[in-house]
């Protein structure tokens, strides 16, 4: 399969509501980078991870490397939180892979 | 201020043509990366450079050649150009090849009629 996945594949919010995203690994990563691709495809590093669980305002996110996934919470989603999520994770140590990302719509 | 300077933003070329996608990085990094978006799919590792060596190639296509003529440079040349290789090329940089964090530069659209 493949080596980073993540689901939903899609996640429809109101503003004002939680949510999560998951990304799992088929094999054991050193760390973790979360992604946020906005409508203009600009690329917008979220978090990076090589443990434990890190907070920015209303994101959180943890990362297990022993059992192979990682977790990017939304608080309170707002309408700029749209776009499409992508984890990534080194793989072989030397290149980063990218998941197949989430798209979250988030709606007044 | 961008750390990592990627040009030109757009770029359309004529099937058949020859491109160089310009990166630079001022970072300090030692290490670089091509990546290739098509359609808002996942970004697809293409190459990895570590002070100016190849270190890692997944790109099939021999069309598509990483130039380093500095430590902080790696254009991508790509060359006789088809319309499936349109798509947003993310140039990247880190510290080093392992275990630390990456970062994109904005990337360049290419469009091939």
């Known amino acids: 399969g493949m080596p980073v996945e993540q689901n939903p594949p899609a996640l429809s919010l109101y503003e004002g509501a939680d949510s999560g995203l998951r990304c799992n690994f088929s094999?054991?990563?050193?760390?973790v980078q979360w992604f946020q691709q906005n409508h203009r495809g600009r690329l917008i590093t979220l978090f990076y991870?090589?443990?434990g669980t890190k907070e920015n305002g209303r994101l959180k996110s943890t990362f297990n490397s022993k059992e192979r996934y990682s977790t990017l919470h939304i608080k309170d989603a707002q309408l700029e939180d749209s776009g499409t999520y992508f984890c990534?994770?080194?793989?072989?140590?030397?290149?980063?892979?990218f998941g197949t990302g989430t798209t979250v719509s988030v709606s007044p | 201020d961008p750390k990592i300077i990627q040009k030109p933003k757009y770029l359309v070329a004529v099937t058949g043509s020859e491109k160089i996608l310009i990166c630079e990085q001022y970072?300090?990094?030692?290490?670089m990366y091509w990546y290739r978006q098509s359609a808002k799919k996942p970004l697809e590792f293409m190459f990895s450079y570590s002070y100016q060596k190849l270190m890692d190639n997944q790109t099939a296509s021999s069309r598509f050649q990483p130039q380093s003529s500095k430590k902080n440079h790696l254009d991508l040349q790509i060359t006789a150009l088809k319309p499936d290789d349109s798509a947003t090329y993310f140039c990247?940089?880190?510290?080093?090849?392992?275990?630390?964090?990456?970062?994109f530069g904005k990337g360049t659209r290419l469009t091939v009629v």
């Open positions: 991870l090589a443990q």
């Open positions: 990247a940089s880190s510290p080093s090849t392992g275990g630390t964090e990456v970062f």
């Open positions: 094999t054991t990563m050193k760390s």
């Open positions: 970072l300090g990094h030692n290490a």
């Open positions: 990534a994770s080194l793989q072989g140590g030397r290149a980063l892979i």
